[in-house]
């Protein structure tokens, strides 16, 4: 069996890590790695290209998690309010989710994707929560929720 080294331009699960020279069978590597552009052949002058990527790569790493790392602080000493509308046993009607959280955060001008929240379920009683908030791989921050009862006019 004919085997070739390819050096790594991503993640390959079971495989390895971005940067790394393995060697695999020629047909793997001709019919899936590198037609995905998960890695190339590894010549000298690919080595070289791959070096100067990865140092790219890791200062916008070090600046994406500096960014994290101030929304972070924001978020940590933020509360967020919502007042819902109360059945029986202080029972939502409706729930707050992911979305109105986002959309929260949003109007205070902190810009976070909703599916980086990190809401099990959604929120369906009167109360105080902690949900986290998934920044960056390495940044998790936590926001205050408290949701309260909506005061009828009457």
């Known amino acids: 069996m004919a085997t070739v080294e390819v050096l790594l331009r991503e993640d390959v699960e079971h495989l390895g890590r971005r940067g790394e020279i393995v ?8 019919n899936y790695l590198l037609p995905r552009g998960l890695a190339v052949l590894a010549t000298s002058a ?13 200062r916008r790493e ?3 998690r500096a960014q994290a790392e101030t929304v972070a602080e924001r978020l940590r000493e933020l509360v967020l309010t919502f007042s819902r509308k109360v059945g029986d046993q202080d029972l939502l009607f409706g729930s707050v989710t992911a979305l109105d959280i ?20 959604p929120i369906k009683y009167l109360g105080e929560y902690t949900i986290p908030v998934k920044l960056h791989r390495e940044v998790t ?14």
């Not at 060697?23 to 001709?30: C, D, H, I, P, T």
């Not at 921050?141 to 909506?150: C, G, L």
């Open 62 to 64: 070090m600046r994406e």
């Open 141 to 154: 921050a936590e926001v205050k929720i408290q949701v309260v009862r909506e005061e009828s006019a009457s």
């Open 102 to 121: 986002a959309q929260a955060l949003a109007e205070r001008g902190i810009e976070v994707d909703r599916r980086k929240i990190l809401l099990e379920h």
């Open 23 to 30: 060697r695999v069978k020629a047909g793997y590597a001709r």
């Open 46 to 58: 690919n080595v070289k290209a791959i070096e100067q990527e990865k140092q790219l790569l890791q």
